[in-house]
């Protein structure tokens, strides 16, 4: 192999671990305070880095679906966002609507309560009704623990054995917005840990992904979620996270 081959062949490595890293990212436009314009500038960004999708509310699926026509950038939308309270028969709605604006992956919150009860029934019944809702659509769905919540780890494996039997195509971790008031009255947030990762890959069936969401801001947090397991990662800092990815690998 001569030295062109070599730089050739070493630049094709880089360029394929950029493009890897941004086919991970599901770019999330889903603050409270997002405005059509904001999602237009967004939809840019996510076009501009050919990540993975466009995570957004259900309103702006039909338009998201308008502006990344002819990319190859998905639409995703969260059904039941984001404490997860709605019946199941809402949730299916919400997620037959989205379907039929143009979104081909859902993002689920769980019933949180009901998890925390231990109703695994209802859990069970819920988790399948919006994944054959999803599949009949042609949709993928990633079912959020939300585990700022959801702490014991028992039942996050039971969580990832009822996704696993339902034919849930991820498992995540977070909506972004679980936020735990403290005693002293404030609020704090943990997101995606590699410790959950790792657990939700290890318990999960082989053909169900893990989704890591909330804090992952950096390149290096990016990698660190990748190496515990990870397929895909919810993120805002999209733009700042590829830059780094081309800076030091493209």
Same mark, same amino acid.
């Given at each position: 192999?001569?030295?062109?081959?070599?730089?050739?062949?070493?630049?094709?490595?880089?360029?394929?671990?950029?493009?890897?890293?941004?086919?991970?990212?599901?770019?999330?436009?889903?603050?409270?305070?997002?405005?059509?314009?904001?999602?237009?500038? &967004?939809?840019? #960004?996510?076009?501009?880095?050919?990540?993975?999708? #466009?995570?957004?509310?259900? =309103?702006?699926?039909?338009? +998201?679906?308008?502006?990344? @026509?002819?990319?190859? #950038?998905?639409?995703?939308?969260?059904?039941?966002?984001?404490? *997860?309270?709605?019946?199941?028969?809402?949730?299916?709605?919400?997620?037959?609507? %989205?379907?039929?604006?143009?979104?081909?992956?859902?993002?689920?919150?769980?019933?949180?309560?009901?998890?925390?009860?231990?109703?695994?029934?209802?859990?069970?019944?819920?988790?399948?009704?919006?994944?054959?809702?999803?599949?009949?659509?042609?949709?993928?769905?990633?079912?959020?623990?939300?585990?700022?919540?959801?702490?014991?780890?028992?039942?996050?494996?039971?969580?990832? &054995?009822?996704?696993?039997?339902?034919? %849930?195509? =991820?498992?995540?971790?977070?909506?972004?917005?679980?936020?735990?008031?403290?005693?002293?009255?404030? =609020?704090?947030?943990?997101? +995606?840990?590699?410790?959950?990762?790792?657990?939700?890959? @290890?318990?999960?069936?082989?053909?169900?992904?893990?989704?890591?969401? *909330?804090?992952?801001?950096?390149?290096?947090?990016?990698?660190?979620?990748?190496?515990?397991?990870?397929?895909?990662? *919810?993120?805002? +800092?999209?733009?700042?996270?590829?830059? &780094?990815?081309? @800076?030091?690998?493209?």
């Amino acid at each position: 192999m001569n030295i062109c081959d070599i730089f050739i062949h070493y630049s094709s490595i880089h360029f394929n671990m950029v493009t890897d890293l941004a086919k991970m990212i599901d770019h999330s436009i889903l603050h409270p305070t997002v405005r059509d314009k904001d999602l237009e500038s &967004e939809c840019r #960004v996510a076009s501009r880095y050919d990540v993975a999708s #466009v995570c957004v509310k259900p =309103y702006m699926v039909q338009r +998201a679906a308008e502006l990344l @026509k002819g990319t190859d #950038v998905s639409v995703g939308c969260v059904i039941g966002f984001p404490a *997860g309270n709605s019946t199941i028969e809402v949730k299916v709605f919400e997620t037959v609507v %989205a379907c039929s604006d143009g979104a081909v992956e859902i993002d689920m919150v769980i019933n949180i309560g009901k998890a925390l009860s231990g109703d695994w029934d209802y859990i069970k019944h819920e988790i399948d009704s919006v994944a054959g809702a999803c599949h009949k659509n042609d949709a993928i769905i990633k079912v959020i623990f939300e585990t700022d919540y959801i702490t014991r780890v028992e039942d996050k494996i039971r969580l990832c &054995e009822i996704c696993t039997r339902a034919g %849930a195509d =991820y498992v995540k971790t977070s909506s972004g917005y679980g936020f735990v008031k403290d005693r002293d009255g404030r =609020y704090y947030y943990n997101g +995606a840990t590699i410790a959950d990762l790792e657990l939700m890959r @290890k318990h999960s069936g082989q053909q169900v992904k893990v989704k890591a969401a *909330g804090g992952i801001r950096t390149l290096d947090q990016l990698l660190a979620v990748r190496e515990a397991g990870c397929s895909r990662c *919810g993120a805002t +800092a999209t733009a700042a996270i590829m830059e &780094e990815a081309i @800076k030091r690998f493209g």
